[in-house]
């Protein structure tokens, strides 16, 4: 093999293991304990029996006080975790004793070991080995999520002989497949795990043992509904299942789809006052959506020392706000991260705000489920969360294991009451707090500015602003979400838009936003040609005044006709009788005289009909005309070829194009004046043969003149 064939390889297997590095954890070496086989046997049984006689837990407990495998124990060690948390106190002894778990905790509360320690127990009581293909599925809603727990995975199962691969969207789909049925343990997203059972026939879930679903109530609800439903399928139905969420489900369906047999309920901070971390300090603040892009700019001014989250509410927003504010240059670090960027982009961004102190994330609710962002100072959701549900989700990201933070939920006016109280029937504590408009600092000239400049930006300010308005309008809570509330002109503005762009999507809908119809007011005039104010009136319909209610019936306020209002019968309406003036021999003027016809539209749109009709049929004759002309010509031509050499050969067989044949022949060479030399041209037709000749004979003369043979040949040619 040729040094350059080995050096493509080489960069080959390089660019795969770095596409493909979560793969690569289940090569790692063991540390496991040396014990033999029978020392093993002897633990598994112990622990078999612990699992029976084992009591709940209480909060002096330990993890070394749990009937946990050694390998699980060093495990935890390594990674630092002494003494668990409520949730865990809670759903390990069952989960060990192979019930069915449904669990909710607050966010932060530790709910990814809860799972993970049972995961890796029920496969050492197994004793599972390479061989026995997938024993434990988790899946989550979103990709970051399943990195974070492929990570926690690799930190305390790191001396268990267990394979584990990350399988989610983004990755090399061959690269995996060959190596699918190599892992004990799979953490993977919906859509790529079904992709997997549709298209890879290594796949075999037939011998799984534990089925978990982190943030169970997001991979349940409808937009998974039909992917869940067929992975389910797929499953086989002696398994254990265990829910874990912050917001769980109760719903009878899930329950009933995922086959939980007798599941135990556990909610720790159920009975507590609140659903929220209680060191996150949680508030309010209602301004104008024109005036949100102000707030944020003088928020992130005023906070550049501290760790924030920033939650929008589509992908395009994010894009356009990450864009116009990286060229504000703010004094703080921005990252962007939505759905649609590249997933190797998604994950640098990702590990690099995990390890940075003072930085912004501008996203979407991607980041909002289950992600542990350490030491992060403030949540900030500029556009209003969907349902409590998600605000406990998005301001979880704060306060996480004990830690302070604080939340800002941005309402304007139409969103406060609706939101307020669903936040309080979800026990969320929320005070309202007002802004210190001195403090306000308004980047709009510049933001114009820069639109202008970058017609690429402007483009982007527009899709945000569309996908908003898109956002507000599908929100199935319309008591909260009112998109006729919005002042589009004026939230276009914000954005730096001169002109607000068009949204089909409200005409689909019915919506009729604030100044979504401009007023037109038609002023029809009077006899004597004076506008009367006084019968002013407007048209619901189509936002259109009049002034002449005589004039349009169908256009007045208390009618019931469906009759449709368009431009024309407008102008057909606001037509007024001509009157001229009549002058006498003297060039006085002798009075008025009102025409007795008013101009009918009709009528001149029918005589126009007509004229366009009688010119249409002339030009079709003069094409006809045309067409047998060139037909003749042709039929001549086959009859008689050489009447139309001399024609061809000049260029143009078009019977309008000028005879060139009284022309002197450019083949022939004059010496001087009075003297021709003849030059035989390579190609002669016979009428051009006879042409020469004639001159030849005619030019025999030496002592003819040169006007004198210039009237020779035009007598011989006529």
Known sequence: MSKSQTKKQQAKSKKD?????????????SKRLKISINDEAKEISRLSN???????????YTFSDFPLSKNTLRGLIQ???????????ESILPALQGKDILAAAKTGSGKTLAFLIPVFEKLYINQWTRLDGLGALIITPTRELALQIFETVAKIGTHHDFTTGLIIGG??????????????????????????????????????????????DRCLDMGFEVTMNSIIENLPLDRQTLLFSATQTNSVKDLARLNLKDPVYIAPHEKEQYTTPNRLQQNYVVIEQKDKLTMLWSFLKAHAKQKIIVFFATCKQVKFFYEIFKKLRPSILLLPLYGGMNQEKRNKIYAEFCTRSNVCLMATDIASRGLDFPKVNWVVQLDCPEDATQYIHRAGRAARLNASGESLLVLNSQEEHGIVKRLEEAKVPISKIQIDEKQLFSPLIKIQSFLAQSPELKETAKRAFVAYIKSVALMKDKSVFDVSSLDLEEYAKSLGLLVTPRVRFLSKIGGKPKNFHTDVNVLLADEDGSSSGDELFTVKSCGITSTNQELTPEFTSNTNTKKKSTKVSLMKKALVTNKKIIFDDTGDATGLKED??????EKARAELMLGDAADKERYKMLKKAKRVAQKEKLKRKSEDPDEFDSVDHFGSSDENSVDLSWLPDPDEIYVNQNTVVEKVPKVVSKERSR????????????????????????????
């Not at 293991?17 to 070496?29: D, E, S």
């Open 17 to 29: 293991a770095r596409i493909n590095q979560h793969l690569k954890v289940p090569k790692h070496k």
């Open 50 to 60: 612990l699992y029976t006689d084992a009591v709940s837990a209480d909060k002096n």
């Open 79 to 89: 990674g630092q975790y002494k003494i668990p948390t409520a949730i865990q106190r």
């Open 171 to 216: 990755q090399n789909l061959k690269f995996e497949k060959p190596r699918l049925h190599q892992l004990n343990i799979i953490i993977c997203t919906p859509g790529r795990l079904l992709q997997h059972m549709d298209q890879n026939p290594l796949f075999d879930s037939t011998k799984l043992k534990i089925l978990v679903l982190d943030e169970a």
């Open 596 to 601: 007795s016809e008013v101009y009918d539209i």
């Open 691 to 718: 042409a020469v000749k004639k001159r030849k004979i005619a030019m025999d003369v030496s002592d003819i003149t040169l006007t004198e043979a210039e009237r020779l040949a035009m007598d011989l040619l006529r």
